[in-house]
């Protein structure tokens, strides 16, 4: 007996009943929430380093002033990071990387673990 989905066959078939591995259509929630989420991450700790620096350091000194202490550091980080949101290359890199994440994940069933800050 097959076992019955309510899911539409390819978000239900592959492997381990994950969807198919191979599919390349994008989802809204992966494309406006999942796809920006990896697109933050991979920008604040790979394009936008020395001003999440910059920022931290500003905070950790200034404690409870760091509103008013720190707003030019707190302009140049998100400058930085709206930069690279605009970016369609950037865009594009990300999402490769996401479907090829999803892809392994519904061949393999296996969730990478994420990063906890």
């Given at each position: 007996?097959?076992?019955?989905?309510?899911?539409?066959?390819?978000?239900s078939e592959g492997?381990?009943?994950?969807?198919?591995?191979?599919?390349?259509?994008?989802?809204?929630?992966?494309?406006?929430?999942?796809?920006?989420?990896?697109?933050?991450?991979?920008?604040?700790?790979?394009?936008?380093?020395?001003?999440?620096?910059?920022?931290?350091?500003?905070?950790?000194?200034?404690?409870?002033?760091?509103?008013?202490?720190?707003?030019?550091?707190?302009?140049?980080?998100?400058?930085?990071?709206?930069?690279?949101?605009?970016?369609?290359?950037?865009?594009?890199?990300?999402?490769?990387?996401?479907?090829?994440?999803?892809?392994?994940?519904?061949?393999?069933?296996?969730?990478?673990?994420?990063?906890?800050?």
């Amino acid at each position: 007996m097959t076992e019955k989905s309510v899911l539409p066959p390819k978000f239900s078939e592959g492997p381990h009943g994950l969807g198919d591995p191979n599919d390349r259509t994008l989802r809204k929630v992966e494309v406006e929430v999942l796809i920006p989420k990896l697109m933050r991450e991979k920008a604040k700790s790979e394009k936008c380093i020395k001003e999440v620096a910059d920022f931290t350091e500003c905070c950790k000194n200034s404690s409870v002033f760091m509103v008013v202490t720190c707003r030019d550091q707190n302009s140049a980080l998100k400058s930085c990071l709206s930069n690279w949101y605009q970016n369609e290359d950037f865009k594009k890199i990300c999402t490769q990387e996401y479907l090829d994440q999803r892809s392994e994940y519904r061949e393999t069933g296996k969730k990478k673990p994420m990063k906890r800050a």
